[in-house]
């Protein structure tokens, strides 16, 4: 079926306004995970669920970032008030089991730039 | 698309010569480690994976090795091709924690 897919691609804010980044993970995939991902580094982890329940938000830099996953398959990551250090790419990604020790499915990335 | 990992380490190799990237981690509780290539422009792909009780996992053109001693992780790809130019990330992880990644190392082909 259809990998992990994410919309926009691409987002550009002015400082201050909010955005709103949407996981479509694969289909069946009990885990969704989201990460950040700045230029030159490696992702850096944000927050997991598993189903609906968002079990682990230790990686959220602030306050200004929320995720959602309502129905335990499409995810939104939130960041209100954006600031310039937010620019980063984003990426989402699936897995069929628990988190640990398992491959993880990504998506493409939204990429977005705070002006 | 946008680039990826303008500052890494980079590694260039011949076309169908060896590459072996190396990677070295921190948690010595870690207990799963794997490989993903990043093209510009693209989310992470995985490429292979590996358990902290094997010291080698062999794939198609691809060999992990992982010596837990020394807390050090490394793919060896076999007749390296232009497709395989990219960056390369190890990240680890044990039990139930987040993946962990390392900072990556850009690959880079001649033809």
């Known amino acids: 079926g259809a990998g992990v897919s994410q919309s926009p691609r691409y987002k550009v804010a002015k400082r201050g306004q909010d955005v709103a980044l949407r996981c479509d993970p694969i289909?069946?995939?009990?885990?969704l995970f989201w990460y950040q991902q700045a230029l030159g580094q490696g992702p850096e982890f944000l927050t997991y669920f598993q189903n609906e329940a968002q079990l682990d938000k230790s990686g959220l830099p602030s306050d200004r970032f929320f995720a959602e996953r309502p129905e335990g398959s499409v995810s939104t990551l939130k960041i209100q008030r954006t600031q310039q250090e937010d620019s980063a790419v984003y990426l989402c990604a699936s897995s069929s089991q628990l988190v640990g020790g398992q491959e993880q499915f990504f998506g493409p990335g939204t990429r977005l730039t705070v002006l | 698309g946008e680039s990826v990992g303008l500052h890494l380490p980079t590694l260039s190799v011949q076309e169908g010569d060896n590459s072996i990237i190396n990677c070295a981690y921190s948690n010595s509780a870690s207990d799963y480690f794997i490989w993903y290539k990043q093209e510009s422009g693209k989310g992470p792909q995985f490429i292979i994976d590996i358990r902290s009780n094997m010291d080698k996992r062999q794939g198609q053109r691809v060999t992990v090795l992982l010596n837990k001693t020394v807390k050090h992780l490394s793919l060896q790809i076999a007749a390296t091709q232009p497709g395989d130019s990219a960056v390369y990330f190890c990240a680890e992880n044990s039990g139930n924690t987040p993946l962990v990644f390392g900072k990556g190392t850009r690959l880079s082909v001649i033809a």
């Open positions: 289909s069946g995939h009990v885990s």
